[in-house]
């Protein structure tokens, strides 16, 4: 399973038209909506998780994807297709995954992406509020990359998964204290991947 971005630049998100000016008859909160999926889209999100974290209808972010690759002389059709990424065994495959996961993760939790990760806070977590933190944190996180290997979807089951706690948390390296992503159905834990080797 690819992780991969290929092609996203921060560069890229100076390009996002004004909402505003798009959509004069909405609303604040609708307005809100309509600038989250288009941030959104333009990182290459799949309509299902634009419409989970905004709100929107299926019909709605379709349509907002045409009107924007239209404006762009893109294809719709360019955008990925089919099922978000449903399994965590891509961040074990590498090293480098690993390190940019648990950074990727970090940095959620740094923009409160996650919030209150107890409680009744969980059943809100794709909301419009947080898809904005997690817009940003992931926006940080291509800055910070070269070449980034982690795609905004496998960022939503990242977060999504760190806030079940089931599967996958976050630690310090007992070594160096830097954060780490820790496997907890498998072998990986205590170090980061500079000090384990």
């Known amino acids: 399973m690819d992780c991969s971005n290929e092609g996203m630049t921060p560069s890229r998100f100076a390009d996002m038209p004004d909402c505003g000016q798009q959509y004069p008859e909405q609303g ?3 307005l809100r909506r309509l600038e989250l999926a288009l941030r959104m889209l333009r990182l290459q999100a799949r309509t299902r ?8 209808s299926q019909r709605r ?10 404006a762009r002389g893109m294809r719709a059709t360019d955008r990925l297709r ?5 399994t965590l065994s891509p961040f074990w495959e590498s090293r480098r995954l690993r390190r940019e996961a648990a950074a990727l993760a970090g940095l959620c939790c740094l923009y409160g992406v996650m919030g209150n990760a107890a409680g009744s806070d969980r059943l ?7 898809g904005g933190r997690l817009c940003q944190a992931y926006e940080t996180y291509l800055s910070l990359l070269s070449e980034p290997r982690v795609s ?3 960022a939503v089951l990242l977060v999504r998964a760190l806030v079940r706690g089931t599967e996958i948390a976050l630690s310090r390296c007992a070594d160096c204290r830097t954060v780490v992503l820790i496997d907890r159905l498998g072998g990986i834990r205590g170090h980061c991947t500079y000090c384990a080797s």
């Open 82 to 86: 089919g099922p978000s990424p449903s």
């Open 61 to 70: 972010v379709q349509g907002i994807s045409r009107e924007y690759a239209a």
């Open 49 to 56: 998780t634009v419409c989970d974290w905004t709100g929107l």
């Open 152 to 154: 905004l979807e496998h």
């Open 124 to 130: 809100r977590l794709p909301d419009l509020r947080r």
């Open 28 to 30: 604040p909160r609708e």
